[in-house]
């Protein structure tokens, strides 16, 4: 599984901006619960968001109600839209793959056996 993130950019405090990250190939991404991460300057990565093979979405706390996570199976394409942009936001983005060998993704990203290139998100105050 190739995944391909994008959409990164620079965005000032309280915008928007969506990230997307595409399979490349012949994968078909729709069997898969796919995940969103991000790893902030000095931090260690951390579970941002993640969506399961069927559409049941999950998020960390701390963009619970500002971000969104969807997926366009169609498209082989998964989305995260980030709304109200604080500059704690600002991290490279990574999406991942999870085999759905359980009914609901995880938060742990050793669960996720494919990874991303990775996109920056850096919000300005």
């Known amino acids: 599984v190739q995944l391909q993130a994008s959409g990164g950019g620079l965005v000032q405090t309280g915008g928007s901006l969506r990230v997307s990250c595409a399979a490349s190939g012949r994968t078909t991404l729709s069997t898969y619960h796919m995940g969103w991460f991000r790893q902030a300057p000095g931090k260690e990565r951390a579970f941002v968001a993640a969506i399961s093979w069927y559409g049941s979405t999950y998020y960390a706390n701390s963009v619970k109600g500002r971000f969104t996570i969807s997926r366009d199976n169609a498209k082989n394409t998964v989305y995260l839209q980030m709304n109200s942009l604080k500059p704690e936001d600002t991290a490279v983005y990574y999406c991942?793959?999870?085999?759905?060998?359980?009914?609901?993704?995880?938060?742990?990203?050793?669960?996720?056996?494919?990874w991303g290139q990775g996109t920056l998100v850096t919000v300005s105050s």
């Open positions: 991942a793959a999870e085999v759905a060998r359980r009914e609901v993704p995880t938060t742990s990203q050793s669960s996720y056996g494919f």
